[in-house]
């Protein structure tokens, strides 16, 4: 139920309602209102769904008509409202908040909010300082996907502060932090009992957001929010209905999460778990993958670790009797934690060898993965200059190892060669030069670089500015950069011209622990159907998958006009 209250928009006479459905512009319902009284909506007695699809406006009579005294405006500004933040949390999961001082603005701000379909704002709401929005659920509807962005007053103008946040249902979410223990420090994990683990569903991007894929981790027959990994602050999977156990394992095990096939996304993401792994080996690894093995470098990467459980891969419905489920020690592009970093230390760094500098080269891996434009050109001058040219992909880890940590310069180009100093035990004399491509320092490189304790430092030395696609060719200033090399002697000293060029990463890391409640545990409508559609094509049903998907692409072409 809502109501529409013709003295909130400054109308204390009688008046008119007209409430229209704003795809058809069809009338749904008119009425009058006496003065002092409001209009009461049902929304299933008109059969109204979802609410964001109608608008309503009021009228005065003047001069014997019905003339418009306010916009259409939609449904969904009445289901929004501003209140303290502890009234809104004895509301609990009937509403979904915004809070502008957590998302650091604590001033008065604006908020804006879109449907991640259709792009279009449908709510702005003023907030403010120390108060929160308040969404309750009959806000959200299961076609759509939703977004915030706060803004603040600046100089008579609206600037972001805060912009393109996710905002997830409060229905949508798990039930609050999971118990965590504590390991050592910072390493925390779960344990549950009877965890049932359905194989896993991969696909790159869906409608509903950028996601790379479906799981079944379930307790119960609920949802394991921590067997999910985070990227840049967003989860990246989402959760399917559980599925009946076919195989029955007694024991106890380590929750590996998904074994990423690439380098650097191995490093950083791959091994995240496996802190507690190393500590006992007793237990197998689940790793939720339907391959039959581990690739050759990600068995050689445990090998470097001093990994030596047993694994196990997912091929059906399994219930397992306990699962240790440890925090990731790192997520690409939120941190990295300290006790983690130590961890990956695994191999002595072998002396500096005085004068050394290794150049890590991108040039065999195409042009579609991030190297230089002119990559020929890039080598011959950083050879005039005395350094030497090596393309690890040609080489084992410990000789990858050895030639980084005996180098007095290693320089490269922003990529996954670059996270390879983790697995290195610090304290490292080498000296880090990265030339920046899409990400400029940021995430992975700042938080490897603190936990580390490296001579880290990223130039940007592009010759535009225009947005960078992460496999797109880097256009670096070849003349900057020899006059750089030129002032630096290859970097060796001098740092202080590299000042103009040096890139001021933000050492701000996202907490894991502290992100998990908001993760989503459960599906939208239309994510359902695209998770159904996606398991018939697995199973190359094509016309079972297209009487699912054309349904849902004409769903979507609604939420779009």
């Keep these: 139920m809502m109501t529409i209250d013709p003295r909130d928009h400054g109308l204390f006479e009688g008046v008119r309602v007209a409430l229209i459905d704003r795809e058809t512009k069809a009338s749904v319902a008119k009425a009058e209102i006496a003065p002092g009284e409001v209009f009461t909506i049902d929304p299933q007695a008109l059969a109204l769904a979802p609410a964001g699809s109608y608008a309503f406006k009021l009228q005065v009579r003047s001069a014997g008509r019905w003339q418009d005294a306010t916009p259409y405006q939609s449904l969904h500004r009445d289901y929004s409202y501003v209140c303290e933040r502890g009234f809104a949390a004895q509301l609990g999961s009937a509403v979904t908040v915004v809070d502008p ?29 120390g108060r929160v929005l308040a969404l309750p659920n009959v806000f959200f509807d299961g076609l759509a996907s939703y977004r915030y962005t706060l803004k603040v007053l600046v100089d008579g103008r609206w600037q972001a502060a805060a912009d393109n946040q996710s905002l997830t249902p409060a229905h949508l979410r798990g039930h609050g932090r999971p118990a965590f223990q504590v390991h050592r420090g910072s390493l925390l994990y779960t344990q549950r009992e009877g965890v049932t683990v359905g194989p896993y569903i991969s696909y790159p991007g869906s409608v509903a957001q950028s996601i790379d894929g479906f799981v079944r981790v379930h307790e119960e027959g609920q949802p394991v929010p921590e067997a999910l990994r985070m990227t840049m602050g967003k989860q990246k999977h989402l959760f399917l209905p559980p599925l009946e156990p076919q195989e029955f394992l007694d024991g106890t095990f380590i929750w590996g999460g998904i074994p990423n096939p690439s380098w650097g996304h191995f490093l950083t993401e791959g091994v995240a778990r496996l802190w507690y792994a190393k500590e006992h080996p007793e237990f197998p690894v689940v790793w939720h993958s339907r391959n039959a093995a581990l690739t050759g470098m990600q068995a050689a990467v445990l090998d470097v670790l001093g990994i030596r459980n047993q694994h196990l891969f997912v091929h059906r419905p399994t219930r397992y009797a306990r699962m240790v489920f440890p925090v990731p020690g790192s997520c690409l592009g939120d941190y990295v934690l300290e006790e983690h970093g130590a961890f990956l230390g695994a191999v002595d760094a072998t002396p500096i060898v005085p004068g050394k500098k290794t150049y890590l080269s991108r040039g065999k891996l195409g042009s579609a993965r991030g190297s ?64 920046g491509r899409h990400r400029m320092g940021e995430g992975a490189y700042e938080h490897i670089r603190q936990a580390k304790g490296l001579d880290y430092r990223t130039l940007n030395l592009r010759k535009t500015t225009a947005r960078l696609g992460a496999a797109a060719p880097l256009d670096i200033d070849l003349d900057r950069l020899q006059e750089l090399l030129a002032a630096t002697a290859g970097f060796t000293r001098n740092l202080q011209a590299l000042g103009p060029y040096t890139c001021r990463a933000d050492p701000a890391q996202t907490s894991y622990v502290d992100t998990l409640p908001h993760f989503r545990t459960a599906l939208t409508d239309l994510e359902l159907e695209l998770a159904r559609t996606i398991l018939l094509l697995h199973k190359r049903d094509i016309p079972g998958a297209l009487d699912v998907l054309l349904p849902m692409l004409q769903a979507i072409k609604v939420v779009r006009s």
């Design 101 to 129: 001082t957590a998302d650091g603005v604590p001033g008065d701000c604006r908020v804006f909010v879109f449907n991640t379909y259709s792009r279009k704002h449908i709510l702005q709401q003023d907030v403010p300082a």
């Design 372 to 435: 230089s434009e002119d990559e020929a050109g890039l080598e011959a001058l950083l050879q005039a200059h005395g350094f030497a040219i090596y393309h690890p992909e040609l080489h084992s880890i410990r000789d990858q190892l050895a030639e980084i940590s005996s180098s007095q310069v290693v320089l490269g180009i922003e990529g996954s060669a670059l996270h390879s100093p983790v697995l290195l035990k610090a304290p490292l004399a080498t000296r880090f030069v990265a030339i």
